[in-house]
């Protein structure tokens, strides 16, 4: 299966803490995708890293890309009640579909 | 707003009967695709469009599943026969081009009784 594998699958912390999420896959990527999920909705876009960048930020997140390791993180800074959520990564192995991991649920306690 | 728009939100159906899923995308995104999300997992690819094209449809679990786009817009998801396993939630997103980010609606939740 080229599924992403993500860990941890459950994760608590304190509003304030930092979550840190990963993910690993399994041959040469195009491009790789964080999405969150808040229950009951749709998938929300975060950041798409591609195979020749190593690290992005957008605000409170930061999303590093190794592909020597065929892994990708996710850290949230300075979490907050508001980010509680499943967070997935996607791998777009260079055809046109997206490959979701199992997903990471975040949970922050206030 | 201008988002990704599903209807039903909720759909139940005996088994045995057709179910229609109904797609709004994003005005002028290229690509729109389906995928199936089952409690507690992560989306599953079921296909693909490329404005009224079918370019993929590798996902899709069985011939009772069917996709259509014809003007380039409105995609339907169709489910023929539905069976038990056919019960998850039904998630479509747009995107400008395939290597763009996804925009999703907030699905279609599926129960076969």
């Known amino acids: 299966s080229q599924q992403g594998e993500e860990d941890p699958q459950a994760l608590s912390i304190q509003e304030g803490e930092n979550a840190t999420m990963n993910c690993s896959y399994k041959t040469s990527i195009n491009n790789l995708q964080w999405y969150r999920q808040n229950s009951g909705r749709g998938l929300v876009h975060l950041i798409l890293?591609?195979?020749?960048?190593r690290e992005k930020h957008s605000g409170r997140l930061r999303v590093t890309l190794d592909t020597s390791k065929k892994s990708s993180s996710l850290l949230i800074t300075a979490s907050r009640a508001a980010d509680t959520a499943s967070y997935f990564c996607?791998?777009?192995?260079?055809?046109?579909?997206?490959?979701f991991g199992t997903g990471t649920r975040l949970q922050v306690f206030p | 707003g201008a988002g990704v728009s599903q209807s039903p939100r909720y759909k139940v159906a005996k088994r045995g009967q057709d179910v229609a899923l109904r797609c709004d995308p994003i005005?002028?995104?290229?690509?729109l695709f389906w995928y199936q999300q089952a409690l507690g997992q992560g989306p599953e690819f079921l296909t693909y469009?490329?404005?009224?094209?079918?370019?993929?449809k590798s996902g899709l679990p069985s011939d009772r599943f069917f996709a259509e786009r014809p003007e380039g817009s409105v995609s339907t998801l169709k489910i023929q026969r539905t069976q038990q396993e056919d019960s998850a939630v039904y998630l479509c997103?747009?995107?400008?081009?395939?290597?763009?980010?996804?925009?999703f609606g907030d699905g279609t939740r599926l129960s076969i009784l």
């Open positions: 890293i591609r195979s020749n960048e």
């Open positions: 005005s002028g995104h290229v690509s």
């Open positions: 996607a791998i777009n192995y260079n055809t046109d579909k997206l490959i």
């Open positions: 997103a747009s995107s400008l081009q395939t290597d763009q980010p996804q925009h």
């Open positions: 469009f490329q404005n009224e094209a079918q370019l993929d």
